[in-house]
Structures are given as structure tokens and as C-alpha cells.
């Protein structure tokens, strides 16, 4: 079959064809139908983010159909639309026992990470795993919710966004747009930021009250501005430049919560005593739990969330998406049609 081949740091993709894989005991074989093409893709090819593991198919926004099931799995599977928990947790860690495999100490597979993922015709994954997709939610609509909805819910669930907060969204791509939605069905009064108007004529859209312009506005003055002089409640930082995290510092009040999603190169730089005489928190959140998954399919098919998808193109024009993403020209994601 083909396949969509990381090799490593500063190497290019390349389609390549490898053996088609088989369901073992507790597993099914998705033939993929959508796979969404997220940041941290971008930060595998850069290096910024190195699990050691090439080569590798990457891709972990993952829709399609099962195809086969393993040992131990209803055959009345096969057929089924589904979307795929990219985290398979060992089980019995102190995480997993939460239900949290997005922490686990001892993962078995991380699907588009260190093991296999979607950018290819199948993949292979744990049936528990697969989420059944409402026939209202089509491929496309359906693949961006296995990462950008998926983080959106868990971050706001973490930083306890809630009724009476107002949030910043500092970055306007598609877990931005996940995290305006969610943090406004929380009740919370959403302030979006972002240096493209398009993306923040689309974040206005789905429900930010305001947006303000990078590069443009005055960053930390705007948000103090709009939140009479106390800086807002939380910041969810999905770019973390050195510039980005100065203003999410600066436009952050009393008890907030600076909550790291996105990463770059540059290091956080914050004194102490900001933190101590306003009791602020810096955190930070990462993946999503599979009751998480379940909830943000639910958000979705119920039109209580939208998915934003900027394209859908062939596997073979990867290098398009890839280069859209990378120029920032993408208004929310483009997902890969294998
Ligand atoms: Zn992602
Ligand atoms: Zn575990």
C-alpha cells in the first residue's frame, strides 16, 4: 500500500509503498478515508520535536472505515466509519488507571508519534480505539476533531475555564479555532488573537466576541483594554514565541492561567515574582483522554462545535498541504485523502 514516509529530522516526506498491514488479536485494519495535517507534523520535519522513531508514517488525525477485524473482534466491525484515540495506553499505570493514556508511563502505541499513523491507505490500531462517526459528520469535517477538538477540550477542561472568565486564544489555527468554541460553550467570553485577518474573521465566526490583530494592535494594551485593566483569566498559548509569550505574560491577570499547548523554539522567560503577587499558574496541556475523543465527536455531530477544513487534497500533492501550513495560508486544516 502507500504510504506517506517520515525519515527523520530535516528530511523530506516521500510516498513510498510498504506492506499493507494485518489486524492481530484485538485489532482492526482502518482503511483511511481522511487524515488532517496538524503543526506538530511540521515540527517532526523541523526537528523541533525528535521521538527518535523514522521511519515512520505520521498522521494523527485519522478517519476511515474498518476494514478487517483481528482475533477477538465482532466481524459486524468491518464496514464501520469510524475515528481513531491515537494514544494506546499500557493499562495499569497510575495514568491509564485515570483514564488518562495521554500521560502513560509505559505507552504501547502513539499512532502518528512513534508508531504507524494515518497518512497512508490503512493503518492498524487497537479496536478500543476506534470511535464510531455519526453518518451526519462527513471524512473531512470528522478528521480534525481526533486532534484540534480533541486538545481544545482537554487544555479548557485543565485550566478550568468557566463561567464568567475571559480566555485569549493566542493563535488562530485550527486548535484555536477547537478552543474558541469550547471555551465559550464554558461559558467563558473569548478574545482572539492572531496575525491573519482571514483566520480571525473565522475565529469572530465561531464565537469570538473580539479579535485582535498581531503586528498590528498592541497586544498586552488590547487585552487589558478589554478587560478593564485586570488582564484576562486565561491565555492559551498555541504559538510560545519569545514575542507571543512576553504579551501572554503581560495581558495576564490575578490568578491566571498561561496554558502552553503550542511550543517554538524560544524558551519561556518569566520572573518569579509575577507569578507569586498575582498567584498566577503556568501549565500546560497535551493530548486528550479517549472519553475526551468521545465527548468532542459528540460536540461535533451535534453542531455544538465546528471543524474548520481549509482543503482536502490527494496524498500525492502532500507537499501542497505541507507547504500551505508551513506559510501560514491554511484557514484551519487540510486534510490528506489517501
Ligand atoms: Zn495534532
Ligand atoms: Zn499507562
Redesign the pocket.
Known amino acids: 500500500m502507500r504510504a506517506l514516509r517520515y525519515h527523520g529530522p530535516k528530511q523530506p516526506l516521500r510516498l513510498e509503498d510498504v506492506p499493507a498491514p494485518q489486524a492481530g488479536p484485538g485489532e482492526v485494519v482502518v482503511r483511511v478515508t481522511a487524515a488532517g495535517l496538524c503543526h506538530t507534523d511540521l515540527h517532526f520535519l523541523s526537528g523541533l520535536l525528535n521521538l527518535g522513531v523514522a521511519p515512520l508514517t505520521l498522521g494523527h488525525e485519522i478517519v476511515g472505515k474498518i476494514e478487517s477485524v483481528g482475533q477477538g473482534v465482532p466481524a459486524g466491525r468491518v464496514g464501520e466509519r469510524v475515528i481513531v484515540y491515537y494514544y494506546a ?5 497510575r ?2 488507571l485515570g483514564g488518562e ?1 495521554n500521560l ?4 504501547h502505541a502513539e499512532h502518528g508519534f512513534v508508531t504507524d499513523g494515518g497518512f497512508a491507505e490503512r493503518v492498524r490500531v487497537p479496536a478500543r480505539n476506534t470511535v464510531p462517526l455519526p453518518a451526519n459528520v462527513t471524512d473531512a469535517e470528522a478528521a480534525p476533531i481526533g486532534c484540534a477538538v480533541t486538545t481544545a477540550v482537554h487544555a479548557s477542561e485543565l485550566a478550568h475555564v468557566g463561567l464568567g472568565d475571559t480566555v485569549a486564544v493566542m493563535g488562530a489555527g485550527a486548535v484555536g479555532f477547537g478552543l474558541v468554541q469550547v471555551a465559550r460553550l464554558r461559558g467563558a467570553r473569548v478574545i482572539a488573537v492572531g496575525h491573519s485577518p482571514d483566520k480571525l474573521v473565522r475565529a469572530k465566526e465561531l464565537g469570538a466576541e473580539e479579535a485582535v490583530r498581531a503586528g498590528a494592535d498592541d497586544v498586552p494594551a488590547r487585552l487589558r483594554a478589554l478587560t478593564g485593566g485586570r488582564g484576562v483569566d486565561v491565555v492559551f498559548e498555541l504559538v510560545a514565541t519569545r514575542e507571543t509569550m512576553g504579551w501572554s505574560l503581560a495581558a495576564l491577570g490575578k490568578r491566571g492561567r498561561l496554558v502552553f499547548v503550542g511550543y517554538s523554539e524560544d524558551d519561556l522567560r518569566v520572573h518569579p515574582i509575577q507569578l507569586v503577587v498575582g498567584e498566577q499558574v503556568v501549565t500546560a496541556a497535551v493530548g486528550c483522554s479517549l472519553a475526551e475523543l468521545r465527548t468532542s465527536v459528540d460536540l461535533v455531530a451535534s453542531g455544538r462545535v465546528t471543524t474548520v477544513v481549509d482543503r482536502t487534497v490527494p496524498l500525492d500533492r502532500f507537499q501542497e498541504a505541507v507547504d500551505a501550513l508551513g506559510a501560514g495560508d491554511l484557514v484551519g486544516r487540510a486534510i490528506l485523502v489517501p
Not at 502513560?104 to 505507552?107: H, N, R
Open positions: 495506553g499500557c493499562g495499569t499505570c495514568f491509564c493514556e502513560c508511563d509505559a505507552l
